[in-house]
Nanobody
């Protein structure tokens, strides 16, 4: 059974960095990804990492977002550096492609200018 717990969000100033974490269970060796949903907008893809560690970041976010995976701990991380106000959103992890029947609670990231 899929279970995802995101953490690490908060309120930061533009230019700072942040590392989000996702504790996952029931992923059965699948590719994992991060998604985000800004206020009033649809949820969008951010970055993904395959079971073999191959990563891919959304075109508009390349250069600032890095995704990594700790296989021993079944944890996926998202590093954002530097943060911009437009990064303000709730960040979610999920499989890739996502299991649309299940989303964790997400973690709120708020970036002040």
């Amino acid at each position: 059974q899929l279970e995802l717990v995101e953490s690490g969000g908060g309120l930061v100033q533009a230019g700072e960095s942040m590392r989000l974490s996702c504790a996952a269970s029931g992923i059965n060796g699948r590719a994992m990804a991060w998604y985000r949903q800004a206020p009033g907008k649809q949820r969008e893809f951010v970055a993904r990492i395959s079971i073999t560690g191959v990563t891919s970041v959304a075109n508009t976010l390349r250069g600032r977002f890095t995704v990594a995976r700790d296989y021993a701990k079944n944890t996926v991380h998202l590093q954002i550096n530097p943060l911009k106000p437009e990064d303000t959103a709730v960040y979610y992890c999920n499989t890739f492609p996502p299991n649309t029947n299940y989303w964790g609670q997400g973690t709120q990231v708020t970036v002040s200018s």
